[in-house]
């Protein structure tokens, strides 16, 4: 069967249609396409002279065909066609199929597809896949797949039997260079659609305008409410009597344009609707446009004459036509208004309009203006920091282009630099950068603060000249210990045994970048048991209260004739010094703290036997 266009035949209620693509334009008439695969892809149609070489083939009927071309197409690009609309509204449980051929081929051997869907909108969502095909032949019969057109049959699902279907074919490129294109051809669906009877409805006819300014349209006429179902024909008759009329070729809601008329006369139109079936027509009412060349269209102007808005705004722009009696706005999108000599505009993209205005004489002139969407500045802030040591500043700039930039930070600069101290542990610092439109980009920085190390130490005499060391201070990332006789340390605790019998200095260094280190000396005196001290530290030495507020009591067992006292601070800077003759252990020794501040300090105790170190907290 050869379509060379698109045709039906009426069989008890039932039309068969079909399309063989044999018509010039593509898609056919009532034919669309869903997506776009880009440059040299998708459904075309092709004729015997331009079908192409993969696969070599001819139309399986008349001298066109359809092809889906997948060579050298993304793998799984896709595009679908979308027959025109079919009725099934007087199907009730008739079958009802679709048909068509397809090319398929034994040389590219990659899985190109075409799948075959139905749906009662023109849209693939929704839609119910009915099968797919594999262009390459033998996918589907191994050793019997051979190169030619096959044809395939469908039912069309019993639940579509609405007065709208489609049926869709989506092609799908899989192999990219080494794909082959798909063809089909022949196309035939049924359907069964709701015919005329008897007598039908002329309905009525409008027009937009009744007055045509200047011999010059357009005018658009309306037919509505009139009988319209399978086998109705409509057309339009002109005249410029009102009494001879002409049969014009319109057959569908027109724009009439210039109708070429006698200047100054009237023009008269009506609508005839015709039953093919039963060969009965109705007239619908008949109306008239004036034609005048004496009137000219209005100059409209609009201000502002476009403009912009900024990205993200709720501020929209005002716009205000004139030149004209009343005025329509389109496209709707965006604005405050279909009508109205004001309008406000806050589109979400860059959006071109149009205003309509019409005088007194039902004349129309026309303004077109463009709406911008207008980003703010593109903004970068950058710091000669952003690791710091708490109460220190860094310089923060922000790096925007173009001219006539404003700036406003969150620390009261308006220059395109500023200086930002670190407060707290994370500091957040804001600048608005402002273009000449006044569109704004905001951008933060944050900066963080490190706080300041704190040197603190306890130690104690272990044995002889073998004395633990522990760190006491805060906010510190490493400590360094040197013991001033060639020795150091970098741990936190550390015990460490001297090579001589000696008062030494021992330096304490905390460290917390990038904030400067903290550092303080102190002494420690060690002797081994024979030496010239006998024995290090008192027997069971007790200091309390710890913490204290002014007073502390040092008890210990024994008798010592000569006790020395003394108070260094964690510097190791004496504070205070105490000695006592003829003192009893037992019954303590009173110092009195009262001049002495608040602060961790350490009590080195002297006796005739030996040194003891005890440290302890003045809290008032």
């Known amino acids: 069967m050869i379509f060379m266009l698109t045709q039906s035949q009426e069989i008890k209620g039932q039309t068969v249609t079909g399309e063989g693509f044999e018509r010039n334009t593509f898609p056919p008439a009532g034919w669309s396409t869903i997506g776009n695969v880009g440059f040299g892809g998708g ?3 092709r004729t015997a002279a331009n079908i192409g070489t993969t696969p070599t083939t001819t139309p399986q009927a008349g001298t066109a065909c359809a092809r889906f071309t997948c060579r050298n197409q993304a793998a799984g690009a896709t ?4 027959s025109p609309v079919i009725d099934l509204s007087k199907r009730s449980n008739t079958n009802s199929y679709v048909s068509f051929y397809m090319f398929r081929d034994s040389i590219y051997t990659t899985d190109d597809s075409l799948t075959f869907l139905f749906n009662s909108a023109r849209s693939l969502t929704g839609a119910t896949r009915i099968q797919g095909i594999k262009r390459y032949a033998k996918a589907n019969y191994p050793d019997s797949g051979s190169h030619g057109w096959y044809k395939y049959s469908f039912a069309i699902p019993a639940k579509f039997n609405g007065s709208v279907n489609y049926f869709m074919l989506q092609g799908t490129a899989r192999g990219a260079a080494n794909a082959g294109n798909i063809f089909i051809d022949s196309v035939t669906w049924d359907a069964y659609p709701t015919f005329c009877e008897g007598k039908p409805d002329a309905g009525s006819v409008s027009a937009n305008t009744y007055y045509i300014c200047g011999n010059v349209g357009p005018a658009t006429v309306t037919l509505s409410n009139y009988t319209n179902t399978t ?39 009506r609508a005839i609707v015709t039953c093919s079936r039963t060969g009965e027509s109705d007239t619908s009412n008949c109306i008239k446009i004036w034609i005048d060349n004496t009137a000219t269209a209005p100059v409209i102007t609009v201000s502002p004459n476009g403009g912009a808005i900024c990205a993200g705004s709720t501020t929209p722009l005002k716009i205000v036509a004139n030149g004209a009696t009343s005025y329509t706005w389109t496209p709707a999108t965006g604005l405050s208004a279909e009508t109205g000599d004001t309008i406000y505009a806050l589109p979400a993209t860059a959006t071109g309009y149009t205003v309509s205005g019409t005088d007194d004489n039902g004349c129309i002139g026309t303004r077109n203006f463009f709406v911008q969407i207008q980003n703010g500045p593109n903004v970068t ?10 109460g220190d500043s860094v310089q923060l700039t922000a790096n925007a282009g173009g001219g006539g930039l404003t700036y406003a930070w969150s620390t009261g600069a308006t220059t395109r630099t500023t200086w930002a101290p670190a407060n707290g542990a994370k500091s957040t610092y804001q600048v608005s950068v402002k273009n000449m439109t006044g569109c704004e980009t905001i951008k933060t920085k944050d900066i963080y603060g490190v706080l300041a190390p704190k040197a603190a130490f306890s130690y104690k005499v272990i044995k002889d000249r073998t004395v633990e060391f522990k760190f006491e201070g805060t906010n510190t990332a490493d400590v360094y210990w040197n013991f001033s006789d060639g020795n150091e340390s970098f741990q936190q605790t550390t015990t460490y045994t001297f090579s001589t019998d000696n008062t030494f200095k021992v330096m304490l260094v905390a ?3 990038p904030c400067g280190s903290d550092t303080i000396y102190f002494d420690v005196t060690v002797a081994q048991s024979n030496s010239a001290v006998k024995h290090l530290g008192l027997l069971n030495i007790i200091v309390a209260p710890n913490p204290t507020t002014d007073y502390l009591n ?28 003829n003192v009893s252990g037992n019954k303590g020794v009173k ?14 105790s002297t006796s005739s036997k030996g040194i003891d170190i005890s440290k302890f907290e003045i809290r008032k």
């Open 43 to 45: 459904w075309s149609r």
């Open 79 to 82: 595009q679908t066609l979308v």
């Open 231 to 269: 086998g109705i024909t409509l057309s339009y008759q002109t005249s410029t009597d009102s009494s001879t009329f002409t049969t014009n070729a319109w057959t569908t809601a027109v724009n009439t344009g210039n109708f070429g008329a006698a200047i100054g006369t009237y023009r008269y139109i």
């Open 381 to 390: 802030v950058t710091a000669t920091d952003t690791v710091v040591c708490e």
């Open 511 to 513: 460290n917390n970048p």
């Open 554 to 581: 040092v008890t210990f067992n024994g008798f010592e004739s000569a006790l020395n006292f003394q108070i260094y601070d964690l510097k190791g800077s004496l504070i205070a010094s105490n000695a006592y003759i």
């Open 591 to 604: 110092i009195m703290l009262n001049e002495i501040p608040d602060g961790i300090y350490i009590l080195k």
